[in-house]
């Protein structure tokens, strides 16, 4: 299967190297999207993932998989190529909020938070602008933390979230899979439940596309 990879903020394609050694190991092909939001527009980053998406589905078949913003950046890049020749079999949300986060909400008018997160941050923050993205008509799995994080807690009470999103801010009545795991959400795409989970379910597509 060709796997195409979308980290989260503030991280880099290297938070994904556990999991991506596990795909390749497995006989996947992976290919990554890089970007850095506190330079880049969000829209120039998924100007990115599109061309990148485009020339994955020309390989063949093919599966998405976002960690965080990656999520949102790929719903985005798949929402503005309606007429793509050949969507994904199934895309993969890790931690990938589907509504304006809280921890963004938050964070907004700390000059620390506008430098680190740039456009991207702005958007996470509104709600209007996080409403406009829809759900791509294609199989969707969210894979959800829970773990939290002490430094965090503050702004989540008693919601389970795993330090930087909520579980509830994950969900969507168009996300036919939400599943969580005891994992924080900055190791989520280096998690091993993760990978074992992304093999299982890459499995079962693989060979519902070999019976068609």
């Known amino acids: ?24 190991r497995h006989g996947h092909n992976v ?22 998406l485009v020339d994955v ?3 063949g078949h093919y599966v ?24 994904p079999e199934h895309l993969f949300l890790l931690g990938s909020p589907v509504s304006s986060p809280r921890l963004a909400n938050k964070s907004k ?7 680190f997160s ?3 941050g702005k958007l996470l923050s509104s709600s209007k602008r996080m409403n406009t993205i829809k759900m791509p008509q294609i199989e969707i799995t ?10 965090t807690k503050k702004y989540f009470l008693d919601d389970p979230n795993d330090g930087v999103v909520s579980v ?14 005891n994992v924080i959400h900055t190791f989520l795409p280096s998690s091993r439940k993760v990978s074992h989970l992304l093999l299982s379910k890459i499995s079962q597509i693989q060979t519902s596309l070999n019976a068609q």
Not at 1 to 24: A, D, E, Q, Y
Not at 31 to 52: C, H, N
Not at 64 to 87: D, E, N, T, Y
């Open 57 to 59: 589905a020309s390989r």
């Open 142 to 151: 969210s894979i959800v933390g829970n773990r939290g994080f002490p430094l």
């Open 64 to 87: 998405v998989i976002g960690h965080s913003l990656g999520g949102i950046l790929l719903r985005v890049a798949l929402q503005q190529l309606p007429s793509i020749p050949r969507p």
């Open 1 to 24: 299967m060709n796997i195409l990879f979308v980290h989260g903020m503030g991280r880099t394609p290297m938070s994904g190297v556990p999991m991506l050694w596990r795909l390749k």
């Open 118 to 120: 740039g456009d991207c």
């Open 109 to 115: 008018r700390e000059l620390g938070f506008q430098w």
């Open 31 to 52: 290919d990554v999207v890089g970007y850095l939001a506190a330079t880049e527009s969000f829209q120039d980053i998924v100007e990115r993932v599109k061309s990148k």
């Open 168 to 181: 509830d801010e994950c969900y969507h009545q168009d996300i036919d899979e939400v599943i969580e795991l």
